[in-house]
């Protein structure tokens, strides 16, 4: 950390400021330049509140000069995270991946359906939430595990893996014989009590970016449930809240890169949120491929107007086959296959 005084801190201030540097265990250098004096921290600082020194008499600025995470920083693994599952498919490695299904499962008809659709598009997941995160209590809340044991059926049917949405610990335990990829919604990226008991359990888990949750965040999320020993952690971008309203979120397509140079988790992009309306999904994921993401994650349904929830962005099976086409070409502009 450094800690810059402000041009007229006098040698008690700088005295108190690096006295409380001491006591947070860091080790003090000093610079005394003409008109101002440098204090640079350096030790354990990632659990350090900076706020706290700002407060202290004399201070200018303070600015942390290393990561706050540690097991999901670049640094720890700088070749990066290929997340492999027990079938040999992988998320993370050269190839895209293609995650694909309704906003819910609804019935064995329309998941069976679906997985026929995602399997020949040459997609590898199978996604589809059985407990759904409603805004309002009285929308459909999705079949629970019921649900989720037709999806797993469908999945298995066509080789497919299958990804679904938890949202309480209680839920974990009944969920872990249908789902390869646990996925943590918007909603709960900072529900820690679920990040730490998902840190114990040994299967994927899709961390999707909060809904107004800086980069930081979403990164610092991820260090909850690696640091339970669980590293196979795969981040979502799927769009987050601005003042725009052209579009149901603002997809945040420069927080791939960000992330990738930052991390070495593996990122996907979820265009479907990220956009909110079918007609503008197909771009954002070709723009999602094009900056580097690790796949996609797209809501279909063959019968898209009527879906139970999310029908506006929920694109028709044909217009997905459609854009799976597109994405190969672009995966192969940018040295990735699909
Ligand atoms: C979903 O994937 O269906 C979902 C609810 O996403 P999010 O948590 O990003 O809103
Ligand atoms: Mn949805």
Do not use: W
Request: net charge negative; charged share 20%; proline share 4%.
């Amino acid at each position: 950390m450094i800690v810059a005084m402000q041009e007229k801190a006098t040698e008690e201030q700088i005295d108190a400021v690096i006295d409380v540097m001491m006591e947070a265990g860091v080790n003090v250098h000093r610079t005394t330049g003409a008109t101002q004096t440098i204090l640079a921290g350096v030790g354990p600082t990632a659990g350090i509140d900076l706020r706290k020194f700002e407060l202290l008499e004399g201070v200018l600025s303070v600015h942390r000069i290393t990561s706050p995470y540690k097991l999901a920083g670049r640094a720890f693994r700088p070749e990066g995270t290929i997340v492999e599952f027990a079938n040999g498919a992988k998320i993370g490695g050269e190839r895209v991946a293609v995650i694909a299904g309704p906003c819910a499962i609804e019935s064995r008809e329309q998941i069976f359906a679906i997985a026929a659709c995602v399997k020949a598009a040459g997609g590898g997941f199978l996604r589809g939430g059985a407990f759904k995160p409603r805004s309002s209590p009285y929308a459909f809340q999705g079949l629970g595990i019921p649900g989720l044991e037709l999806m797993h059926e469908a999945a298995r049917e066509h080789g497919l893996l299958t990804v679904s949405e938890v949202m309480e610990i209680s839920q974990i335990e009944p969920m872990l014989p249908y789902t390869d990829l646990f996925q943590v919604g918007a909603r709960n990226m900072q529900n820690f009590n679920l990040l730490r008991e998902l840190g114990q359990i040994r299967k994927p888990i899709l961390l999707k970016r909060g809904i107004s949750a800086t980069i930081e965040e979403l990164l610092l999320s991820s260090e909850y449930i690696m640091s339970g020993g669980n590293y196979e952690v795969i981040l979502c971008e799927r769009g987050i809240r601005t003042y725009e309203t052209s579009t149901r979120n603002t997809m945040d397509i420069a927080a791939i890169p960000v992330v990738k140079k930052l991390s070495h988790l593996p990122i996907v992009g979820d265009p479907s949120h990220g956009t909110g309306r079918r007609d503008m999904v197909p771009a954002m994921a070709k723009a999602a491929v094009a900056a580097g993401a690790d796949g996609v994650s797209i809501e279909i349904h063959p019968n898209a107007d009527k879906s139970v929830s999310d029908a506006a962005q929920t694109l028709y099976l044909e217009q997905f086959e459609q854009l799976v086409r597109e994405l190969r070409v672009i995966a192969s502009a940018v040295g990735r296959t699909l």
